[in-house]
């Protein structure tokens, strides 16, 4: 079993949408979240990071952390054109994580449709 | 947030060659990663460089094949040596910034052997 498992999609949703992402995780050590957008041919660029259980919103974008079942999830609401992307979770034990780095799911490839 | 430069953005190489990536931050950071994305796998990451000291290489990763630098806190490199076509990549030069210690991404150098 994949320590962070992802969906890779593709995902297809038409504009203005809600769209929903998703990892589960294996490791109950984890406890920093993050999700990062990753256009074509780009590096990734960090949407949200979350610290434990609970939600974050950050205008558009809201990041849910559930712990007990170990399930994270980013929304995206009014979606846009613009967001289609590949979106990739990514998780550590400590902050930054430390000398492990990273976690990363393989993406999911998200398509907004105009 | 950090701004992170990686020469060269892209490269196609011939096997057996070697090729040694840049990586320029604009501003000191402790620690500095270095990730490969292989096409539809997820980012994994090869070795922790800080100033100083070795590198330190995760679990299949060695410094023969990819010996890395780090001769200051801004600047860091990885090469890939005797390169196979099993070394198509992206690699991706990340450090450690800010509150929570977050992660941020160079552009990521794309590399295709043939």
């Known amino acids: 079993q994949k320590e962070v498992e992802q969906d890779p999609g593709p995902l297809s949703v038409p504009e203005g949408a809600i769209v929903s992402l998703n990892c589960t995780y294996s490791n109950s050590a984890f406890q920093y979240f993050m999700w990062y957008r990753q256009y074509s041919r780009k590096g990734p660029e960090l949407l949200m990071y979350t610290y434990s259980s609970g939600n974050k919103e950050d205008g558009r974008f809201t990041a849910q952390v559930d712990k007990s079942s170990k399930y994270i999830s980013l929304f995206i609401r009014d979606s846009q054109p613009s967001d289609s992307a590949t979106y990739l979770c990514?998780?550590?034990?400590?902050?930054?994580?430390?000398?492990?780095?990273?976690?990363f799911g393989k993406g999911t490839h998200l398509i907004i449709q105009p | 947030s950090a701004v992170i430069s990686q020469k060269p953005s892209r490269d196609i190489c011939q096997r057996g060659t070697s090729l040694t990536i840049q990586c320029q931050v604009d501003?000191?950071?402790?620690?500095m990663f270095w990730y490969r994305q292989q096409p539809g796998q997820s980012l994994t990451l090869i070795a922790t460089?800080?100033?100083?000291?070795?590198?330190?290489?995760e679990s299949g990763f060695v410094i023969d094949k990819f010996p890395i630098s780090r001769p200051n806190l801004t600047f860091s490199t990885l090469t890939v040596s005797n390169m196979s076509p099993e070394d198509s990549s992206i690699y991706l030069c990340?450090?450690?910034?800010?509150?929570?210690?977050?992660?941020?991404f160079g552009e990521g150098s794309w590399l295709t052997v043939v």
């Open positions: 501003s000191q950071v402790t620690m």
């Open positions: 990340s450090v450690e910034r800010g509150r929570g210690n977050t992660i941020y």
């Open positions: 990514a998780m550590s034990a400590v902050s930054g994580g430390g000398a492990d780095g990273l976690t």
């Open positions: 460089a800080n100033q100083g000291s070795e590198a330190t290489y």
